[in-house]
């Protein structure tokens, strides 16, 4: 089984709606949860970065860590065409690196 | 804001060569990583440098890759004898400590031909 798994979409939505991207991981032992966006050709952008169960918000941005089903989600609220890009879920696996999933790509249209 | 930044943006090889993939991390970091993304594909972890050592080497990371931080900023990433499998992008990351998000480069894009 795959430590971290995403739907890899693409996602379409139009601009202004409500974005609901998730992952599932293995590993009930796991903590630390980030979320970054890749634009095309880009490196890994930090979103957000959460630590065991419950919600982070930072602006139109909200990551929800649900332990007992080994879920996570990250929310775009008012979505723009600026957020098309691919999102990334990772975690701290085991051993001394960070684990992605394969990221879930989104597109908002105007 | 610091960042990492990873040098060069692009380099172009023949199978068979020798490339080094250049990066300094942001400065008051001490875990040092590099992943690689081949096109389409998910990113990979290849290896973790902390304390002058490899902490930790995915098998992708086989005796043709070797990492080395010659100085007290720079990092780097040498492919020895490079295959056409090895054109993907490499990305170096840095944390100041375990379990802290990664801060990414915005890559090195390697071609083999």
């Known amino acids: 089984q795959k430590e971290v798994e995403q739907d890899p979409g693409p996602l379409s939505v139009p601009e202004g709606a409500i974005v609901s991207l998730n992952c599932t991981y293995s590993?009930?032992?796991?903590?630390?949860f980030m979320w970054y966006r890749q634009y095309s050709r880009k490196g890994p952008e930090l979103l957000m970065y959460?630590?065991?169960?419950g919600n982070k918000e930072d602006g139109r941005f909200t990551a929800q860590v649900d332990k007992s089903s080994k879920y996570i989600s990250l929310f775009i609220r008012d979505s723009q065409p600026s957020d098309s890009a691919t999102y990334l879920c990772?975690?701290?696996?085991?051993?001394?690196?960070?684990?992605f999933g394969g990221g879930t790509r989104l597109m908002v249209k105007p | 804001e610091p960042e990492v930044t990873q040098t060069p943006s692009h380099q172009v090889t023949q199978m068979g060569q020798e490339v080094i993939l250049r990066c300094v991390p942001i400065?008051?970091?001490?875990?040092f990583y590099w992943y690689r993304q081949i096109l389409g594909q998910k990113v990979e972890f290849l290896v973790s440098f902390y304390n002058n050592e490899i902490s930790e080497k995915s098998e992708i990371f086989d005796d043709q890759f070797s990492v080395e931080r010659p100085d007290g900023s720079n990092f780097t990433l040498k492919i020895r004898s490079t295959k056409l499998e090895d054109s993907a992008m490499y990305f170096c990351a840095s944390t100041p400590q375990r379990d802290s998000p990664l801060h990414f480069g915005n890559g090195t894009r390697l071609t083999v031909t």
């Open positions: 400065s008051n970091h001490l875990y």
């Open positions: 959460t630590y065991s169960s």
């Open positions: 590993n009930s032992a796991f903590q630390y």
């Open positions: 990772a975690t701290w696996g085991a051993g001394n690196m960070l684990t």
